[in-house]
């Protein structure tokens, strides 16, 4: 809490046009359910709160998320493609949605959609208690966004301590959202 206070001032100096305090911008999201989430949706940039990680992070050219309703109401389907030159990787999990958070069983991955003024984005803080490793994710819609919209996600990038988010090419060719027969890793990261 202490450090969130002290990074606050940073913050408000960031953001220009519509400043917002750290509180604000690492708040949960409150409008989530599968009526927002349902679909596809494409990596903006993503926050890493290491700069060594930054390497394995650009080795990724696009990724997509997917989100879906399954047989069993409680859990969603969540399917992730990503693109390695012209070779995809896909995984999928079934997900229990608790709040605004979800757990990645296997990998020990908590993930938490935070507030964001975007009216067709998610943002997404994934963290692993184990190795202390934290990627904050911004998806959309849309490939590419505005400005004011990166500003704000470069903010709360700052204010979790995370170097500044690495855009995503948006001329890169995206996946499909499912593997060919036999070509999906379950619960992976
Ligand atoms: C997800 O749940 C569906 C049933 O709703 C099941 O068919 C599928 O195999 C499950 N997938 C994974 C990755 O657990
Ligand atoms: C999932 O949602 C679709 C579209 O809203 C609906 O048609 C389908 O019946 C739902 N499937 C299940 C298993 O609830
Ligand atoms: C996840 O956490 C559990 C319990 O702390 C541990 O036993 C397991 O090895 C962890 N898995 C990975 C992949 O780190």
New binding site residues.
Partial sequence: MFALCVLAAVCLVTVSSAPLACEELVRPSDRLG?DHL?GTWVMVAGGLSDAAQVDHFKSRDSAIIHF??????SKLSFRRAFGFGSSCRFLHSNISLEGSSFNIGQVNFSVTFLFTSCPDCLVMHFDNQQSKMQRLYLFSRRRELEPREMEEHKAQSLCLNMIPPVLMDPTKELCPVKAPEGDEETDGH
């Fill in positions: 599968l349902a879906a309703n399954t047989s069993e109401s």
